[in-house]
């Protein structure tokens, strides 16, 4: 009902930035937010920031607070993550996701993808 594409990720050196954007599609109407999580390898999914159409921010994950920014785009239907100073512990497969406004349903996911930090 809802599709989320993902781009940006690749491979940079430590220091370096990244900006990847999320574009929803569908049933839009049925999302109530939208954000970032990610997952390294042997590691579980860790939350990293969701933003809400009206442009409300939750709280960033420690690990990335002070250096990532979501942001929004609400006539793209496209949620950012501004990535700078990054470290080799930000290396994870980054995924895209999106709150469901009904209760009790799981939400929708992109597909995920790759950011390989250098050091």
């Known amino acids: 009902q809802v599709q989320l594409v993902e781009a940006g990720g690749g491979l940079v050196q430590a220091g370096g930035s990244l900006r990847l954007s999320c574009a929803a599609s569908g049933r839009t109407s049925s999302i109530r937010s939208m954000g970032w999580f990610r997952q390294a390898p042997g590691k579980e999914r860790e939350r990293l920031a969701g933003?809400?159409?009206?442009?409300?921010?939750?709280d960033y994950a420690d690990s990335v607070k002070g250096r990532f920014t979501i942001s929004r785009d609400n006539a793209k239907n496209t949620v950012y993550l501004q990535m700078n100073s990054l470290e080799s512990e930000d290396t994870a497969v980054y995924y895209c996701?999106?709150?469901?406004?009904?209760?009790?349903?799981?939400?929708?996911w992109g597909k995920g993808t790759q950011v390989i930090v250098s050091s």
């Open positions: 933003i809400t159409w009206s442009g409300s921010i939750v």
């Open positions: 996701y999106a709150d469901r406004l009904a209760l009790g349903l799981a939400p929708y």
